[in-house]
């Protein structure tokens, strides 16, 4: 299996759970809560993970996050849950009417909403069950779907929780380490929020 480059790879991780240990580079930001450094592989596989969050969108920035998720995976024996975060239908409904005022001419009605929803959850189904299949190729051997309705960076943090997972993988447009004005507002709310390790990737040109 061919690993992922560990450059431009940040980790974050709550100010009790110290995951920086034996990494090549570390800096605290005391502000943030927060560790970034660059790992590799050998440091990652010693952290005996046993339930990956990967989250995906279905865009070719989320789906660089695949490729780590699928080493730290395999190294560890551990079990991954892709997430797929899709709008419920009160959400569409609130889009395209202005709070206060009865549903506009043309606006979508509930069953549209409805509909729409349903697209999305067959949609997601069919990506992920794509992705399930690449990372049973690459070795791991448990990977289990979750597809949810919501907003996602509480989304993300509520199945981090709720499905026992010690790891959310995840990509970012961060340009530099983990300032919030660069890091991507569901990255930023997921490091803030969530109780277990965090593991940002950003493309490697950034």
Same mark, same amino acid.
């Given at each position: 299996?061919?690993?992922?480059?560990?450059?431009?790879?940040?980790?974050?991780?709550?100010?009790?759970?110290?995951?920086?240990?034996?990494?090549?580079?570390?800096?605290?930001?005391?502000?943030?809560?927060?560790?970034?450094?660059?790992?590799?592989?050998?440091?990652?596989?010693?952290?005996?993970?046993?339930?990956?969050?990967?989250?995906?969108?279905?865009?070719?920035?989320?789906?660089?996050?695949?490729?780590?998720? *699928? $080493?730290?995976?395999?190294?560890? /024996?551990? =079990?991954? &849950?892709? @997430?797929? +975060?899709?709008?419920? !239908?009160?959400?569409?409904?609130?889009?395209?009417?202005?709070?206060?005022?009865?549903?506009?001419?043309?606006?979508?009605?509930?069953?549209?909403?409805?509909?729409?929803?349903?697209?999305?959850?067959?949609?997601?189904?069919?990506?992920?069950?794509?992705? *399930? $299949?690449?990372?049973?190729?690459? /070795?791991? =051997?448990? &990977?289990? @779907?979750? +597809?949810?309705?919501? !907003?996602?960076?509480?989304?993300?943090?509520?199945?981090?929780?709720?499905?026992?997972?010690?790891?959310?993988?995840?990509?970012?447009?961060?340009?530099?380490?983990?300032?919030?004005?660069?890091?991507?507002?569901?990255?930023?709310?997921?490091?803030?929020?969530?109780?277990?390790?965090?593991?940002?990737?950003?493309?490697?040109?950034?």
């Amino acid at each position: 299996m061919a690993f992922p480059d560990w450059a431009g790879v940040g980790i974050a991780a709550s100010y009790q759970r110290s995951f920086a240990q034996g990494a090549g580079v570390t800096r605290y930001r005391n502000e943030e809560a927060a560790y970034s450094a660059n790992i590799n592989s050998s440091w990652v596989g010693g952290l005996m993970y046993k339930k990956v969050l990967l989250t995906l969108d279905g865009s070719d920035l989320s789906a660089l996050a695949i490729p780590h998720a *699928a $080493q730290i995976a395999s190294t560890a /024996g551990a =079990s991954v &849950v892709l @997430l797929r +975060i899709i709008d419920s !239908v009160g959400h569409i409904i609130a889009q395209t009417t202005p709070a206060g005022f009865e549903p506009m001419p043309g606006a979508v009605t509930a069953e549209l909403a409805q509909e729409a929803v349903a697209g999305q959850r067959a949609a997601a189904e069919r990506d992920l069950t794509v992705v *399930a $299949q690449q990372l049973n190729a690459q /070795g791991v =051997s448990k &990977v289990d @779907l979750e +597809i949810v309705e919501g !907003v996602p960076g509480d989304a993300v943090v509520d199945a981090a929780e709720r499905l026992g997972c010690d790891l959310v993988v995840m990509a970012t447009h961060g340009r530099s380490g983990l300032g919030r004005a660069v890091l991507g507002s569901v990255a930023d709310h997921v490091v803030r929020h969530t109780k277990c390790a965090v593991l940002l990737v950003r493309p490697s040109n950034q």
